[in-house]
């Protein structure tokens, strides 16, 4: 099991475009997660998605950003027009369970970088 | 409103010393309380969770209610115990079972 996937490591974006994170969970995980780091800061919730379905997005601001999980395929973390305030780390994270004592595990993150 | 603390942002200690990383929580229910570490070019990865009552790497953490804490100490500490280590929060009755976590404390072991 090759662990959480994510893609690309590193992305730079010039204000006003469109970046797109992706995020493979490991295998048998039906639970994805996606967090943000900004610098110096902790990392801080965005949305939780199960197959085809959001069910947390309380973390996630209401304009520009999106999220989806297809039936088949990657997550998908999309976020239009960025900013400069949307540099930042983005980690996505998987379980296979619900559930709060349930471990989460991590992918290695994306890196964004916006010009 | 669930919050974690973690207030210092960077603990030195010399090999062998004994380690305590504070965290605090704020939480009305009953939560689920994690350490996560994050070692130089790893990702990020479980250490410890409360419900397990586990030592690792010598690590150990106990969830003290009174105090809302869940400080992570060890006895003696390691040059290879250097890394981000981050508390993480989970709710019990949380639909979402997101974590949140705290700001994280680098530990830096100097030999």
């Known amino acids: 099991n090759a662990g959480v996937m994510q893609n690309p490591r590193h992305l730079v974006r010039r204000r006003g475009q469109e970046a797109r994170l992706r995020c493979s969970p490991m295998k048998g995980h039906s639970h994805v997660y996606w967090y943000r780091q900004l610098p110096e800061e902790g990392l801080k919730f965005m949305v939780y998605l199960q197959k085809e379905n959001i069910i947390d997005e309380s973390g996630m601001p209401k304009e520009r950003f999106s999220a989806e999980f297809p039936k088949e395929g990657p997550s998908i973390l999309r976020i239009q027009q960025v900013v400069r305030g949307d540099s930042a780390a983005y980690f996505c994270?998987?379980?296979?369970?619900?559930?709060?004592?349930?471990?989460?595990?991590f992918g290695p993150g994306t890196r964004l970088t916006v010009l | 409103a669930q919050r974690v603390t973690q207030p210092e942002k960077l603990l030195s200690v010399f090999k062998g010393a004994p380690v305590e990383l504070k965290c605090n929580y704020s939480?009305?229910?009953?939560?689920?309380l994690f350490w996560y570490v994050q070692y130089s070019r790893q990702r990020l990865q479980l250490l410890l969770r409360h419900i397990s009552r586990e030592s690792i790497k010598g690590f150990t953490a106990d969830l003290n209610k009174g105090e809302t804490s869940f400080h992570l100490k060890k006895p003696f500490a390691q040059e290879e115990d250097s890394a981000m280590y981050y508390c993480?929060?989970?709710?019990?009755?949380?639909?979402?079972?997101?974590?949140?976590f705290g700001g994280g404390t680098r530990l830096m072991v100097k030999p």
């Open positions: 994270a998987s379980s296979p369970l619900a559930g709060a004592a349930n471990e989460q595990f």
């Open positions: 939480y009305s229910g009953s939560p689920e």
């Open positions: 993480a929060l989970s709710g019990f009755y949380n639909a979402g079972n997101m974590l949140t």
